[in-house]
């Protein structure tokens, strides 16, 4: 077994001991911060009062302010340039549907915006200098609209399919769209006055560009994307020649590191870049556009996301996490690259006791393809009963974040393995599209490689093995119960698909329609999506089973689980159906996260027959 120890930057990590209780969460999780435009305030979300809230906190005061953002969880926030009104993406009942909300600093004037209805609202920035909101309203179609946040006026600019307003233009007279499907996005500027519409950068047939913005003056236009490199990498695109549209330049890009996520400046003069290394970890660097010098930051985590400047200042935000470092906001001086955290408390007091650090480990699939993954092992020898812990996405990555899942089960004795199996983000634009339609075959057999690898390497104890995930990790877990029955004793499958039809005819039609380019069309691929669907084999299922769903998701509809809890049922195969009333596809207020999590650290330590240590 190949296996790759890194110390963690953070200073808070120390091994469990044989005799350690399960570590307690902190008070709560700081994330997504806001400055507002001169840097002296940051606004954030919290969840240390339940479920995520705003707060907003001097840079050097000890005392941070809720704001009254309502009762259900906010998901973003945001600060005008103006610095007259907070912005709120709010979820009601944790469902994926969300309305935009706006309010003022002081709490006051809290009032929606967009997403009413049937509609789906997300913020994709201000305009400069005033209040007026670029925003993307989702139903059957997409719709680019320009919102005052201080008197609700609306002008949509356009309406399409799979379309998100990114950007505006200085002028107004151009927007930014993007366009497409998952893992195969392009750009298109939209003249406003007219509605004509341009498609940005070549169609190289493969890739997929996410992120994109204008540039100074509005005379080009910086991307992330894909669709010219392995690896994800800066470019920008030249708008003074339209009638020839040359291709785009490279402005940052590295062999070794996915380009991730890029802040720009209010000013679009400089950025920040997210770099996302092997196995996932987090560098940060800063490029000035016009010399084009870039030079890297120090990293406050293992894990970095949430980055963005104050309008009028020089100050970026980002929220860092890692194994034992909950997520925390920290500031980050761009002159001199020195970062320090928002919250003065911000360190082991707020952990409350200690957690293990994972181990990148290699292997291979069982056709050749190198996989990875995060080892989590218990204190002295192995094996040990061991759980696959599977992620969602499939486009999401598992990375060396703060997981309290993974420190529970480890603390009472069961190893944890959380790989990044094909179609994971992170490794490339062909490994994240390996699982695209028949390739999900492929996927699922990675599991079962990794289970083997574990087994023969000497981690896992043959028969006490199990598997758990959330979302597509969920349906993970059930196609590899149903397609290799008897190489797991135990799984938790969390909001994850069971069958694709009923998938298809009852999540919201914009993830249906982005879908598609993931899993199959429901008509043209429907026999491919039969057999992929782990329904069609539950009879294969033998082994107890858990079941956790959000009571309100309308991503995964909660149905999925339902229909498998059902089927269990008449075989009389044991199983659990836990759902959390009040919580979507994510699991938002603390105390339903908290329940799911002692549920399946109790539902695996019972079922891999896992010894339970003495405390004292």
């Not at 879908?515 to 539950?538: E, F, H, N």
Request: hydrophobic content about 40%.
């Amino acid at each position: 077994m190949s296996v790759r120890t890194q110390a963690p930057r953070t200073t808070l990590l120390a091994h469990l001991t044989a005799h350690r209780s399960v570590p307690p969460l902190p008070a709560g999780e700081d994330f997504a911060p806001a400055p507002s435009p001169d840097g002296r305030r940051v606004a954030y979300l919290s969840d240390r009062a339940g479920t995520p809230t705003v707060w907003v906190r001097d840079v050097d005061a000890a005392e941070a302010v809720a704001l009254p953002s309502g009762d259900e969880p906010v998901l973003a926030v945001s600060w005008s340039p103006d610095g007259q009104w907070l912005a709120c993406v709010v979820a009601p009942g944790g469902a994926p549907r969300t309305e935009l909300w706006v309010l003022r600093p002081d709490g006051t004037q809290r009032r929606q915006v967009a997403g009413f209805g049937r509609c789906s609202a997300a913020l994709s920035g201000w305009l400069p200098g005033g209040a007026l909101m670029a925003v993307t309203e989702t139903a059957e179609q997409g719709a680019a609209v320009l919102v005052d946040a201080g008197t609700g006026h609306r002008r949509v600019l356009a309406e399409g399919d799979l379309l998100t307003l990114l950007d505006v233009s200085p002028d107004g007279g151009s927007a930014l769209l993007r366009r497409g499907p998952r893992n195969a996005r392009w750009l298109e500027l939209l003249d406003v006055a007219t509605g004509d519409r341009v498609r940005l950068l070549p169609d190289t047939g493969r890739g997929s560009t996410d992120q994109g913005w204008f540039g100074p003056d509005g005379t080009s236009v910086l991307a992330r994307t894909d669709a010219f490199s392995e690896l994800a990498a800066l470019v920008r695109v030249d708008l003074t020649r339209p009638e020839s549209m040359p291709p785009p330049t490279r402005l940052a890009g590295r062999p070794d590191a996915e380009l991730e996520h890029v802040a720009p400046s209010a000013d679009r003069r400089r950025v920040a870049l997210l770099w996302n290394t092997y196995g996932g970890r987090s560098e940060l660097s800063l490029l000035d556009l016009a010399s084009g010098v870039q030079r890297a930051v120090t990293a406050p985590g293992e894990v970095l996301d949430g980055a963005v400047f104050a309008a009028d200042a020089d100050l970026l935000c980002v929220t860092a996490q890692g194994p034992v470092q909950p997520r925390e906001v920290w500031l980050v001086d761009p002159a001199s690259g020195t970062p320090r955290p928002l919250r003065p408390d911000t360190g082991a007091a707020r952990t409350g006791d200690s957690g293990v650090a994972p181990q990148l480990v290699d292997l291979r699939a069982r056709d050749g393809l190198p996989l990875s993954g995060w080892l989590y092992r218990p204190p002295g020898p192995g094996p040990w009963p061991t759980a696959i812990s599977l992620h969602g996405g499939p486009e999401a990555q598992e990375r060396p974040g703060y997981n309290p899942l993974f420190q529970a089960l480890v603390a009472q004795g069961v190893a944890v393995f959380a790989p990044n199996v094909r179609g994971s983000s992170g490794f490339g634009r062909t490994f994240v599209a390996a699982d695209n339609l028949a390739g999900r075959y492929g996927a699922i057999a990675d599991v079962a490689a990794c289970a083997d690898h574990l087994v023969d390497s000497g981690v896992a104890i043959p028969g006490r093995l199990g598997c758990l995930g959330r979302s597509y990790g969920g349906y993970l877990v059930l196609a590899v119960l149903v397609n290799f029955p008897g190489l797991f004793a135990a799984g938790v499958a969390e909001c994850g698909i069971s069958d694709f039809r009923t998938f298809y005819a009852n999540t919201e039609p914009w993830i249906a329609a982005a879908a598609v380019s993931k899993y199959g069309d429901p008509v043209r691929d429907a026999d491919l999506l039969r057999d992929l669907s782990p329904m069609t084999r539950i009879d294969q299922l033998d082994v107890p089973t858990l079941l956790i769903h959000g009571a309100n998701d309308t991503n995964v509809p909660a149905g999925e689980s339902a229909q498998v809890a059902q089927a269990l049922a008449a075989r009389d195969v044991p199983h659990g159906h836990l759902v959390l009333t009040g919580e979507g596809h994510d699991f938002l207020a603390r105390d339903n996260a908290e329940t799911a999590r002692t549920a399946t650290t109790a539902w695996l330590s019972r079922h891999l027959a896992v010894t339970p240590a003495v405390i004292g």
